[in-house]
T-cell receptor, first 111, second 112 residues
Framework: GDSVTQMEGPVTLSEEAFLTINCTYTATGYPSLFWYVQYPGEGLQLLLKATKADDKGSNKGFEATYRKETTSFHLEKGSVQVSDSAVYFCALRTNAGKSTFGDGTTLTVKP | GAGVSQSPRYKVAKRGQDVALRCDPISGHVSLFWYQQALGQGPEFLTYFQNEAQLDKSGLPSDRFFAERPEGSVSTLKIQRTQQEDSAVYLC??????????FGPGTRLTVT
């Protein structure tokens, strides 16, 4: 079945540091890939998405590129802020049905 | 506009009680999903509706779990004879005919 594996946390960085959170997947067919963010006390929010190979999703300074050859969708940001502290989930969706999520990576950014 | 809403936001149930969790999707979204999120884990799929039709219920963990969406809008997830392992956050998401799902804030269920 489909699965998503993401980098274990927690991750602690200083403000303005470079962020990478690794995500790899296993899926049948051609999935769409997503990163969701969950801020403390809030629900899941879509951060960015990519629907086909080599697409790059970007939002709020975050980027991820759909790499079919390595089945990866790593999340990056060049300079993190304290306000980026949250839990980040990688997910895939293979048709109009269910999404499969990773276990989440907790990011803490210190001033 | 209004997002996905869920009620109640918090529910405490004694073991053996029945509970009903409600989801109001974004108006016009034909697809509706239920997920279960245990502490420290990612959401796990439970079931999926397209309009009023339940197209996939492969994730429901037992026959104590039942979901319905009779008019293709509001959905209810019912858990009968709750057990401690049912304690989790239950998330609802709705989706237009694209791949983007919009999540509600969740209902945190605690079974004592």
């Amino acid at each position: 079945g489909d699965s998503v594996t993401q980098m274990e946390g927690p991750v602690t960085l200083s403000e303005e540091a470079f962020l990478t959170i690794n995500c790899t997947y296993t899926a049948t067919g051609y999935p769409s890939l997503f990163w969701y963010v969950q801020y403390p006390g809030e629900g899941l929010q879509l951060l960015l998405k990519a629907t086909k190979a080599d697409d790059k999703g970007s939002n709020k300074g975050f980027e991820a590129t759909y790499r079919k050859e390595t089945t990866s969708f790593h999340l990056e940001k060049g300079s993190v802020q304290v306000s980026d502290s949250a839990v980040y989930f990688c997910a895939l969706r293979t048709n109009a049905g269910k999404s499969t999520f990773g276990d989440g990576t907790t990011l803490t950014v210190k001033p | 506009g209004a997002g996905v809403s869920q009620s109640p936001r918090y529910k405490v149930a004694k073991r053996g009680q029945d509970v009903a969790l409600r989801c109001d999707p974004i108006s016009g979204h034909v697809s509706l999903f239920w997920y279960q999120q245990a502490l420290g884990q990612g959401p796990e799929f439970l079931t999926y509706f397209q309009n009023e039709a339940q197209l996939d219920k492969s994730g429901l963990p037992s026959d104590r779990f039942f979901a319905e969406r009779p008019e293709g809008s509001v959905s209810t997830l019912k858990i009968q004879r709750t057990q401690q392992e049912d304690s989790a956050v239950y998330l609802c998401a709705s989706s237009p005919p694209s791949y983007e799902q919009y999540f509600g804030p969740g209902t945190r269920l605690t079974v004592t």
